[in-house]
């Protein structure tokens, strides 16, 4: 049987999914007969639906299997106890980021704002033991800015090399997961080379901030937290693997309904947690209130790059974008007309089923969007499955409403704004053009032949 999610000829996960619907998987063995007994021993062996997962068993190994279990809060206490030893050369620098996607639902969650619920889980976090806690945004700022300056230079290539355009969004890594092992060479030379916000966020805390901070890259432990599962694979790809420090870019991935997860287990209500400032990568500054980017689910690309692209390509100001809704509310797009031509075509494409029909025009040849921003997660990333579902695994309709007003809420902050980001640019990255640019905020999507055996596990 074939399902919606996989372009493959056989697949047994749809089958096999009826059967083990509601099957649980103890992430990690807990026999180790000297770990210590400890206030969080409760959550040492907490499990997880496999189905919350987007990636299926044809993308995971059963390597990246055991050390995808292994980013849980387990994990992350492993650590806070480990800077409790007296041996201090084990201690770790406690890092946390945060999604922005991920704060809406904390706000929902907790009857909070959003401003509120970042200060009240900054708090929460440090009285964990946490010794930093930063907002992914600039991060965002960086990825989109890069996807930005590709898209108008692959536009203005596109009739000297074959695989120019279309450009696909390269943020969402189920999406990426789902392109370099299952759809392969036909698609991968489409994928914007530009870091999605969580490996620039990486790259930022064990490049930059460790410099400021005069630390090793290994000294720091990096936690991000996020709206879904599939963020946890990206954060094991080897490019994102530093070898001299045997350091990835970032350690951990916790989902916010883990972070909630772990709440529960204390006893513990938002309302309850004192407000502590959001930490910023800039020495003693703090985080200002939260901002977003355009876009009404994610961080949007799509907006931006159709703004930009307008303004560099044809001199076209261009301050409202009107969505045509297609097959569904997931499938959208956005045309942009100059002397009654369409000099641009964009669209918009959340969840597995929309993202086929799109991969199926462009092997057709019958693809006429210049840049598509690609979700796995029907609804973008505020429905990502790690927080936008109730106790069955249904999407969670009444709370994601409520964080998709919140959301919206949010002040709107253009990324060409931020002082920080073009300071960055200058101290850190040598240039907007700088070859260390490339080496940092960039990467390479291509086809992955599987070599290791798949598990056998349908997510």
Not at 102 to 116: E, G, I, M, R, T
Not at 153 to 159: E, S
Not at 237 to 256: A, H
Request: hydrophobic content about 35%.
């Amino acid at each position: 049987m074939k399902c919606e999610n996989c372009t493959k000829k056989e697949c047994s996960k749809k089958q096999k999914n009826d059967d083990k619907q509601n099957t649980l998987v103890d992430p990690l063995s807990t026999n180790d007969e000297n770990e210590e007994k400890n206030e969080f021993h409760k959550l040492a062996g907490a499990k997880i639906f496999l189905s919350d997962c987007l990636a299926c068993d044809n993308c995971v190994t059963s390597e990246e299997g055991v050390r995808i279990f292994q980013q849980n809060q387990k994990e992350f206490f492993r650590i806070l106890n480990l800077n409790k030893k007296c041996d201090t050369s084990k201690h770790k620098v406690l890092a946390v980021s945060i999604c922005t996607q991920s704060l809406p639902y904390f706000a929902a969650k907790f009857n909070l704002c959003v401003n509120d619920a970042a200060k009240r889980l900054c708090g929460f976090l440090k009285s964990l033991g946490v010794h930093y806690v930063f907002d992914t945004t600039i991060a965002a700022d960086f990825s989109i800015l890069e996807s930005q300056k590709e898209f108008v230079q692959r536009y203005r290539q596109r009739n000297q090399e074959e695989h120019a355009l279309p450009m696909f969004a390269s943020a969402c890594p189920g999406w990426i997961q789902y392109a370099e092992r299952v759809l392969t060479n036909p698609v991968t030379p489409h994928i914007c080379t530009a870091k999605s916000p969580q490996q620039i966020m990486g790259s930022l805390v064990k490049g930059y901030f460790a410099r400021q901070q005069n630390l090793s890259p290994d000294k720091i432990f990096h936690i991000i937290v996020a709206p879904c599962y599939d963020k946890k694979l990206e954060a094991l790809r080897e490019d994102f693997y530093t070898p001299l420090y045997n350091s990835q870019d970032v350690d951990c991935v916790l989902t916010s309904g883990e972070i909630v997860q772990i709440m529960e287990q204390k006893n513990v209500s938002m309302k309850e947690v004192a407000e502590v400032a959001v930490d910023s990568l800039f020495g003693e500054i703090k985080e200002e209130d939260v901002v977003r980017h355009d876009g009404r689910r994610s961080d949007g690309y799509l907006e931006h790059i159709f703004k930009h692209a307008a303004k560099e390509l044809f001199d076209m100001d261009v301050k409202e974008i009107t969505y045509k809704t297609l097959k569904n509310k997931d499938f959208q797009e956005v045309s942009l007309e100059k002397d009654g031509e369409t000099v641009l075509r964009f669209a918009a494409a959340y969840g597995f089923r929309n993202i086929q029909n799109v991969v199926l025009k462009l092997k057709k040849g019958k693809f006429l969007y210049h840049f598509v921003e690609v979700l796995a997660c029907p609804g973008g990333c505020l429905n990502g499955k790690g927080q936008a579902q109730t106790e069955d695994g249904k999407p969670d309709k009444v709370l994601l409403s409520q964080m998709e007003e919140l959301y919206a809420a949010i002040p709107v902050r253009l990324p060409e704004t931020s002082m920080h980001v073009q300071k960055l640019y200058q101290d850190w990255l040598e240039g907007m053009d700088s070859k260390k640019v490339q080496e940092t905020l960039h990467t390479k999507y291509c086809a992955v032949h599987q070599t290791a055996s798949s598990m056998d596990i349908k997510w």
